[in-house]
C-alpha cells in the first residue's frame, strides 16, 4: 500500500487542502487599499488600525483559548483522520462568516474590553470569522504534517514536507498576485472572499478523498514503516513533561516563532509598502510580495532534498535567519529604488525556502511519534503568539507613522521591527545548533535511511 506512487497522491491531495487553506489565509492581504478606502470610492472605510486588527484575529482563539494546543492533543488521541475532517470544516465555516461579513453593510460599532479598541462591527464580524478559520487552518497544518511524517518517515521525508509547503505557497502566491486584480474586475471585495471560500470547500473533498486511502493503509499495513512499539503506545497527558524538558524542541519552537514573525505579517503590509515606500503602481503592487511564496515552491523541495541526502539542517536554520535578518534591515533603509525591493524579496525567498524545509521535518527527530501531534500543535501555538499580536503593533505603528495630509506611511520603524525578529532567530539557530552537538539529536545528519 505504501508505494511511492501512493505515497505522492495522499500528499497531492491533502496539499490541495493546504493550498485552498494558504490562499484563504492571504486573500485580503492585498485588499488593504481597497479595504481602507472610503465608501464612496468602493471602499470599506477601515482605518489601518482596524486593519492589523483584523489580520491579528487570524490567531486569536488558537493563542487565547489555546485552542490550537488542545487540537494537538485531540489529534494524538482520536488520531489525524477524524481531527483533519474536524479542523477543514471549521476552515470552511468561518471562511463563509467573513464572506458574509464583508459582503454587507453594518451599521455601529463595538468597543472592546482592557481598552483594545474601538472597530466597526463589520470589522468585528469578518474578524470573528477569520480567527474560526485560523483555528481549523492551524489545526489542519499539524495534521497534515503528521500526515507526512506517517507515510513518508524512512523515506523522503524533508522532500516531502517541502513540496507540501511549496505546493501550499502556491496558494498564497495566488492570492497576493491575483486577489485585488480580481477584486477589482468584480468590483467589490468580496467576491474574492468568496473565491476562496470556494476552494476551500474542494479542500475539504480532497481531505475526504484521503481519508479513505489512510484507512486502507492503516488495514493493509499496519503501519509497518515505523518503529511500531513507538507508535503504537497511547498518549497520556503525564508524556506532556517529554516536551517541556527538551531544550532543543524550546529551540526549534521559538526559532518558528521569531522567523514567521518577521515573513507573514510582512507579506499583510508588503502591497501598501510597495505603493508608499517604492511608488510601485496599485495594480501590479501585490505582485512584488507574490515573488516570495513563488520562490519557495521551488526552493523549499530543493532544500528538503539537500536535507535528506547530504544533512545540515541545522546549518540551513541558521543561513536562513541571517539573510531574513540582512532583507528586514535593507528595506528599513532609506533607499527606496524598486529593482533594490525585488532583490530582497528573491533573498527573502530563499530564506523563506530553507527555514521551513529544516525546520519541519527536525521535530521528529526530537520528540518520539506519539507525541508529535501535542509537539506541532504547541509550535505552531507558540507561532500563532506572533501571527496574532505583530500584525496588530504593526497595524499602530504604521497609525502612528502616517501623515494625516497625504495618507503615506513612514515604514522604517516597521522594519526595524522585522529586523529584530531575524535577529532573534539567528540567536536561536546558533544555540540549536549548539544543543545539536550536545545531544546528538542527528539534526546535522540526513533523513534518508
Known amino acids: 500500500m505504501n508505494s ?17 487553506a494558504y ?3 492571504d486573500v485580503m492581504s492585498p485588499l488593504e487599499s481597497l479595504l481602507t478606502a472610503p465608501s464612496e470610492a468602493g471602499g470599506l472605510s477601515w482605518s489601518s488600525d482596524e486593519y492589523g486588527f483584523f489580520s491579528g484575529s487570524y490567531g486569536f482563539f488558537n493563542v487565547f483559548l489555546l485552542l490550537l494546543f488542545f487540537g494537538g492533543i485531540v489529534l494524538d488521541k482520536f488520531g489525524i483522520r477524524f481531527t483533519g475532517v474536524l479542523s477543514t470544516l471549521l476552515m470552511f465555516g468561518g471562511a463563509l462568516i467573513k464572506w458574509w461579513a464583508v459582503s454587507r453593510s453594518f451599521e455601529g460599532s463595538v468597543t472592546l474590553p482592557f481598552s483594545l479598541g474601538v472597530y466597526s462591527t463589520q470589522v ?42 511549496a505546493l501550499a505557497r502556491i496558494g498564497t502566491a495566488a492570492a497576493l498576485a491575483f486577489s485585488l486584480p480580481f ?41 509497518e514503516h515505523f518503529d511500531k512499539a513507538s507508535y503504537d503506545e497511547g498518549f497520556h497527558l503525564s508524556d506532556l513533561r517529554l516536551l517541556m524538558v527538551s531544550r532543543g524542541f ?42 516570495l511564496p513563488f520562490g519557495t515552491i521551488f526552493l523549499t523541495p530543493f532544500f528538503g532534498r539537500i536535507y535528506d541526502r547530504y544533512g545540515r539542517g541545522a546549518t540551513l536554520m541558521l543561513i536562513g535567519s541571517v539573510l531574513l535578518f540582512l ?19 528573491m533573498v527573502l525567498g530563499v530564506a523563506f525556502g530553507m527555514v521551513p524545509s529544516a525546520m519541519w521535518p527536525s521535530v521528529p527527530k526530537i520528540i518520539p511519534m506519539k507525541l508529535l501531534g501535542t509537539a506541532y500543535a504547541l509550535i505552531f501555538y507558540i507561532q500563532n503568539i506572533g501571527l496574532s499580536l505583530v500584525p496588530i503593533w504593526i497595524g499602530k505603528i504604521n497609525q502612528q507613522h502616517t501623515d494625516p495630509s497625504t495618507g503615506m506611511i513612514d515604514y522604517t520603524e516597521t522594519m526595524t521591527v522585522f529586523a529584530l525578529f531575524g535577529l ?18 542527528g539534526l546535522e545528519q540526513r533523513n534518508i535511511s
Not at 4 to 20: C, D
Not at 184 to 210: D, K, M, N
Not at 331 to 342: E, G
Open 424 to 441: 532573534l532567530a539567528i540567536v536561536l539557530s546558533l544555540l540549536l545548533l549548539r544543543e545539536d552537538k550536545i545531544r546528538g539529536y
Open 183 to 223: 477584486a477589482e474586475w468584480l468590483g467589490e471585495v468580496h467576491h474574492s472572499v468568496g473565491l476562496g471560500a470556494a476552494l476551500l470547500f474542494i479542500g475539504l473533498l480532497a481531505f475526504l478523498v484521503y481519508c479513505v486511502l489512510d484507512k486502507r493503509f492503516d488495514r493493509d499495513t499496519a503501519l
Open 23 to 25: 490562499f484563504f489565509a
Open 327 to 345: 532583507v528586514h534591515v535593507v528595506i528599513a533603509l532609506p533607499l527606496n529604488h524598486w529593482p533594490l525591493v525585488i532583490l530582497m524579496m
Open 124 to 165: 468585528i464580524l469578518a474578524s470573528l470569522g477569520f480567527a474560526i478559520f485560523g483555528v481549523g487552518c492551524e489545526i489542519a497544518c499539524i495534521a497534515v504534517s503528521k500526515v507526512i511524517v506517517k507515510w513518508f518517515t524512512g523515506y523522503e521525508l524533508a522532500f516531502a514536507m517541502g513540496l507540501q509547503v
Open 4 to 20: 511511492k506512487k501512493m505515497r505522492f497522491l495522499t500528499l497531492i491531495l491533502v496539499s490541495f487542502t493546504m493550498m485552498a
Open 250 to 291: 524550546w529551540y526549534i519552537a521559538l526559532l518558528c516563532l521569531m522567523f514567521y514573525a518577521g515573513v507573514f505579517p510582512f507579506l499583510k503590509f508588503a502591497t501598501k509598502l510597495m505603493i508608499f515606500k517604492y511608488g510601485v503602481a496599485e495594480g501590479v503592487a501585490g505582485l512584488i510580495p507574490a515573488m
